[in-house]
């Protein structure tokens, strides 16, 4: 065999034997893309996703659309080759596993943080506009989440109402880790609630929950790696009534960051006009109760699944502006939001053709 085809032969078979064990090999690196975006003021899967009743509604055109991303499952075990092609695309972005998916995390557990996150955002989203357009909206603190194995387990239960603790009117979900904190490990902490039951049938009635009982827990210590502290094994969130109904019809979703787009598409429809003026208008970025636009992970991903869809303009949250500017899609103008007025007044700028006064992330 001539020495130049035995050469070209020997480095096939080694390079065919690379590709082989990098399939084999596995490396511990998980994988994102861009995922679809949806229009908050158009349908998904044959039905309006912002289904609003009890209130006035106004057509709106335009798109306001959210934006995801798409990973790799918890328990997916990327290979070396995979891994290899994920840093070299340019749509597609390879992270360390524990990035998304801190160490012992099952995916059961990411799947269930991700909807109690996006239900959490569909809360404040519908609170953050309706607090926009001036519509008042009850409010009160309830227990989130029992830990199982917890002094509080069997003695208090999700969706109780939390009124006071040792007799101190609790007004927010930190109110509550501030009291029991104030215990040592082994003494005692008095809740007095609503009981779940009791105020869900008050909502059914249309009235005001007035049933409290008091509810005596022996705090147990923190076993986390935070400092040593009194604990009862809650977590305590916000719960509200609204005076109509606002139904987020959106399946195949997780997390926190389309409360924005969800926000600014129920204004949308609560008020005359369009906010886009017709023009397709994406973005991303979580918010509170109080309209703040809070940043979120895999910017880069969101941008080219919005521009890919056809968005001209992208709404980013502020401490997300640097990472996103680094690598723009053409024809994609980012533009920089701290709160739901920002966005507003940036949709104003856009509807009016200003956009020369947009605050634009490259401005950063």
Not at 194 to 205: C, F, G, L, R, Y
Not at 267 to 277: C, R, V
Not at 343 to 351: C, E, G, S, V, W
Request: aromatic share 4%.
């Amino acid at each position: 065999m001539p020495r130049r085809t035995a050469t070209m032969l020997a480095s096939t078979l080694m390079l065919i034997a690379l590709l082989c064990a990098g399939v084999f090999i596995t490396v511990p690196y998980s994988e994102m893309s861009p995922g679809p975006t949806v229009n908050t003021l158009g349908e998904h899967n044959g039905e309006p996703v912002l289904q609003i009743s009890g209130r006035k509604t106004y057509p709106a055109d335009g798109n306001l659309n959210m934006t995801t991303v798409r990973v790799t499952s918890a328990d997916y075990n990327m290979n070396l080759v995979e891994a290899v092609y994920g840093w070299l695309a340019h749509d597609n972005k390879v992270v360390p596993h524990d990035t998304l998916y801190p160490e012992g995390t099952t995916e059961e557990q990411s799947t269930q943080e991700n909807a109690e996150e996006f239900s959490q955002s569909q809360e404040s989203a519908k609170v953050a506009a309706l607090k926009e357009l001036k519509i008042p909206v009850q409010s009160w603190v309830i227990v989130s989440t029992v830990v199982k194995g917890s002094p509080a387990e069997g003695r208090l239960h999700a969706g109780d109402v939390i009124k006071a603790v040792d007799g101190t009117a609790i007004k927010a979900p930190a109110d509550v880790a501030k009291a029991v904190t104030k215990h040592k490990a082994g003494q005692k902490v008095v809740f007095t609630i609503v009981p779940a039951k009791d105020q869900a049938a008050a909502e059914k009635d249309h009235t005001t929950a007035t049933t409290t009982k008091d509810v005596t827990i022996t705090t147990a210590q923190s076993d986390d790696t935070g400092a040593k502290r009194a604990i009862v094994g809650i977590s305590a969130g916000t719960d509200h009534t609204f005076p109509f109904t606002i139904d987020i019809k959106l399946a195949d979703v997780g997390g926190p960051s389309a409360g924005l787009m969800f926000a600014l598409g129920i204004y949308d429809k609560l008020t005359p006009g369009d906010l886009t003026g017709g023009a397709f208008v994406a973005g991303t970025g979580t918010i509170d109760d109080d309209g703040k636009v809070g940043p979120i992970g895999g910017i880069e991903m969101k941008t080219v699944g919005a521009r890919d869809k056809g968005a001209k303009y992208f709404l980013t949250p502020a401490d997300n502006c640097a990472a996103a500017a680094k690598d723009t899609p053409g024809g994609l103008t980012l533009v920089k939001v701290k709160t739901m007025d920002d966005a507003l007044d940036a949709l104003k700028d856009i509807r009016t053709g200003k956009t020369a006064d947009l605050p634009s992330c490259s401005k950063s």
